[in-house]
């Protein structure tokens, strides 16, 4: 069973650009969670998907928004880049019936 | 949003058990408590889940005491590989609440 995937692996932007990840997640799987993990620190929380609406949203600003589609594949679009959002962005997806989160290996972006 | 409380970093050395404790005081009633495991620079991985008393798997145990108010993760006999950073959460599958990792705790274990 093939896990959950996010592209690109790394990704460098300048500041005041716009940035957009994707992420793929386990067959079957409906939810799909964001996070943002800066160097050293925990993760935080950023968007949670389900069945194709936003359901929840951690304390980001509006520049970072998102969407996911009808196959359940999602997008984190990251606008106005400033040089703080450099960090590891990591896409979980979840089983409706099951607590488990499941992790991609994350997309590193770079603001310089 | 039940929040949680761990210690930010903890030493073992090799071959001895390690508790990390979770503080968990506001827990509601559907939530569960879950550990995850995260290497540098990879996604958390899944260790253990419980709801109430004990479980145990093939890597750790899990001792929620009858309250819920905390809980405790064991690891029996680490090794250097078990250096990593260690999350507890708490949340209802029902409502996908599991969202706050916190910052987790740092265990390094010691030749």
């Known amino acids: 069973e093939a896990g959950v995937t996010q592209s690109p692996t790394h990704l460098i932007k300048t500041r005041g650009q716009q940035a957009t990840l994707r992420c793929s997640p386990i067959s079957g799987h409906t939810s799909v969670y964001w996070y943002q993990q800066a160097l050293g620190l925990g993760l935080q929380f950023l968007l949670w998907y389900d069945e194709g609406e936003e359901r929840n949203r951690g304390n980001f600003p509006p520049r970072f928004s998102g969407r996911q589609f009808p196959n359940y594949s999602s997008e984190l679009n990251v606008n106005a880049l400033e040089l703080e959002d450099s960090a590891l962005y990591l896409c979980a997806s979840r089983l409706r019936t099951d607590y488990e989160q499941y992790f991609g290996p994350g997309t590193r972006l770079t603001v310089t | 949003l039940a929040k949680t409380t761990q210690p930010i970093s903890m030493d073992s050395y090799e071959g001895q058990e390690v508790n990390i404790t979770c503080s968990h005081n506001n827990i509601a009633t559907n939530d569960y408590i879950t550990w995850y495991q995260q290497f540098p620079s990879q996604g958390p991985r899944f260790i253990i889940q419980?709801?109430?008393t004990k479980v145990t798997n093939e890597v750790a145990s899990l001792f929620i005491p009858a309250d819920r108010k905390s809980s405790t993760l064991s690891l029996p006999r680490v090794s250097l590989s078990d250096t990593a950073v260690y999350y507890c959460l708490v949340g209802d599958s029902n409502t996908g609440n599991q969202f706050y990792f916190g910052t987790g705790t740092s265990l390094t274990v010691i030749p």
């Open positions: 419980g709801y109430k």
